[in-house]
């Protein structure tokens, strides 16, 4: 039999928007009492994040190696120019042995985390903003020294935060340019049929709830029917009604290829950022 491999202590370094909201939502979740431990090199960004969490006690640590030797996961939510730097002085420090890493870290490939950390169990991750509140898409990618226990343990974990998508670490950036960069695209789109609706008489917040609500609606009806979208779309469309001449109007002015191009866009950007 398998050893289970136990995540009773995490560790999270960077408490920014990202770092701070997994810590809520890993410390909120019905996963068992863990210990959290975080670090920010702003102690007092770090504390706030400690008191955002009144019903789980978290642990504000002097230092990145301190977090690293009472965690037995640690995530790296620090900026993509930091990580070398944190990685490489924890690993020194031996800080990291029987440890698994878990970076969140955009554009740093798997090659140049085990580089600074020979040997040692990583996991390349990249949540979308959606996973501050629990509904995420988040991709994530293992190093080859990563047992599948530790892979079912961080699965487990990171659940609290969305919907994880086992990746090659190939496919990343296409990721990083549809689901990463999507809910920016969403708002956009939210925010132009929102006006669309202020422009024919509903005012704004009710125009904007309105689209809200659909968005969301229609986002489940895919996720929870199993059907697709394409499907959807024609079950809603009767032909010479007020969807048809909606939807006429958007292939005229070509969204639907815009929403493609924005994709490889994305990704093309995404590629070299990485190289850089």
Same mark, same amino acid.
């Given at each position: 039999m ?19 909201a997994l ?10 009492k863990?210990? *959290? #431990? ?5 102690t @007092? ?11 789980r ?5 002097a ?11 640690i995530?790296?939510?620090?900026k ?11 690993? !020194?420090?031996?800080?990291? !042995?029987?440890?698994?890493? &878990?970076?969140i870290?955009?554009g740093?490939? =798997?090659?140049?985390?085990t580089?600074c950390?020979?040997?040692? @169990?990583i996991?390349? /991750? ?6 501050q ?12 020294? &990563? ?7 961080f ?5 609290? $935060?969305?919907?994880l #998508?086992?990746l ?13 960069? @999507?809910?920016?695209?969403? #708002?956009? =789109? ?10 024919e008489?509903?005012?704004k ?9 659909? #968005? ?9 029917l199993?059907?697709h979208?394409? &499907? ?8 010479? @009604? /007020? /969807?048809?001449?909606g *939807?006429a ?9 815009? $929403?493609?191009?924005a ?9 070299? *950022?990485?190289? *850089?």
């Open positions: 398998a050893e289970q491999k136990s995540f009773a202590s995490i560790g999270v370094i960077g408490c920014g928007n990202m770092g701070g810590i809520r939502q890993i410390a909120n979740a019905e996963q068992g863990k210990q *959290l #431990f975080v670090y920010d090199a702003d @007092g960004k770090a504390e706030s994040t400690a008191r955002a969490c009144p019903n006690a978290v642990e504000v640590c230092s990145a190696i301190d977090l690293a030797r009472k965690s037995a996961l995530i790296l939510a620090v993509p120019q930091q990580i070398q730097e944190v990685l490489s002085n924890m690993y !020194a420090s031996g800080a990291l !042995a029987n440890k698994l890493v &878990v970076s870290a955009a740093i490939p =798997l090659a140049t985390l580089a950390a020979p040997s040692i @169990g996991i390349r /991750t990249m949540p979308n903003t959606p996973a509140i629990g509904s995420g898409a988040i991709a994530w990618t293992a190093a080859a020294s &990563v047992r599948e226990n530790e892979k079912s343990a699965e487990e974990l990171f659940s609290a $935060c969305g919907i #998508f086992p090659e670490e190939k496919l990343m950036d296409a990721f990083t340019a549809l689901a990463g960069s @999507g809910p920016a695209y969403a #708002f956009m =789109l939210m925010n132009a049929l929102a006006e669309g609706g202020l422009r008489g509903l005012d917040a009710s125009a904007l709830a309105m689209t809200a609500q659909t #968005f969301l609606g229609a986002a489940r009806m895919v996720l929870e199993g059907e979208p394409e &499907v959807l779309k024609d079950r809603v469309t009767s032909p010479g @009604g /007020t /969807t048809a001449a *939807l109007a958007l292939e005229t002015d070509a969204v639907r290829a815009a $929403c493609i191009k994709v490889a866009a994305a990704r093309a950007r995404a590629t070299e *950022l990485g190289k *850089l």
